[in-house]
């Protein structure tokens, strides 16, 4: 439940790095009032470090969360990049092959069992999701058959060829 719906909390490279932060807020805030019970008066710099610390670890957790919302990824303005793979004109067809062989466990909530979250952050669910991720479907589950795991399930050919042929139209 957690994992589905925080990702931050499990999925960032950088989760240990904030949550060394969150024990170092700690420290200074221990330190202000350790040092007033000692003195009568406690450090202001503590609070300074205190909000400086809390600042690194709201820009960390936004850095390493990069994953959009479905609403965002679809309202989002795509790259020039981007935009060259979603108007090619077979781009709809791959886009099907796409949906229809990985989404369930390349979503933001993925629907197959035993996958919480989506696998090394690839999500192709969007337009814009496949879009973004041109290069790696086409070497994942168009030159290679590394992808959908084989164990998985088995995927149509067809689909792969239209995903061959999308990469390969836009990069010539
Ligand atoms: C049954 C679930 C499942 C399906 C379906 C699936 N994948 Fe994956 N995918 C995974 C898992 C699990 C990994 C992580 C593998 C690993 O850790 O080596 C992964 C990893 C990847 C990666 C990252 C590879 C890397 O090493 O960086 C790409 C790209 C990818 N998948 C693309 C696709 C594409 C494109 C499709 C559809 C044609 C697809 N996947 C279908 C489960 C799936």
């Known amino acids: 439940m957690l994992s589905n719906h925080y990702p931050l909390a499990f999925a960032t490279e950088y989760a240990w790095i904030i949550a060394s932060l969150v024990f170092l807020t700690g420290v200074t805030i221990r330190h202000y009032f350790n040092t007033k019970h000692a003195t009568g008066k406690g450090p ?32 989002r303005t795509l790259t020039p990049h981007e935009q060259k ?12 092959a796409v949906t229809g062989n990985c989404s369930m466990c390349h979503a933001r909530e ?16 969007t337009e814009a999701d496949v879009a973004r991720h041109a290069k790696v479907v086409y070497l994942q589950a168009g030159l290679s058959h590394a ?4 164990n998985a399930f088995e995927m149509d050919p067809e689909a792969r060829d ?10 010539g």
């Open 44 to 75: 202001m710099w503590t609070w300074g470090a205190t909000a400086v610390i809390f600042v690194v670890m709201v820009a960390l957790s936004t850095v390493s969360g990069g994953i959009d919302s479905y609403e965002e990824s679809e309202g």
């Open 85 to 96: 793979f979603a108007s090619a004109e077979s781009f709809e067809d791959a886009y099907y």
């Open 110 to 125: 993925p629907g197959w069992e035993g996958i919480v979250a989506p696998p090394k952050g690839i999500v192709l669910e």
């Open 147 to 150: 992808m959908p795991p084989p």
């Open 162 to 171: 239209q995903i061959v042929a999308w990469y390969r139209d836009v990069t």
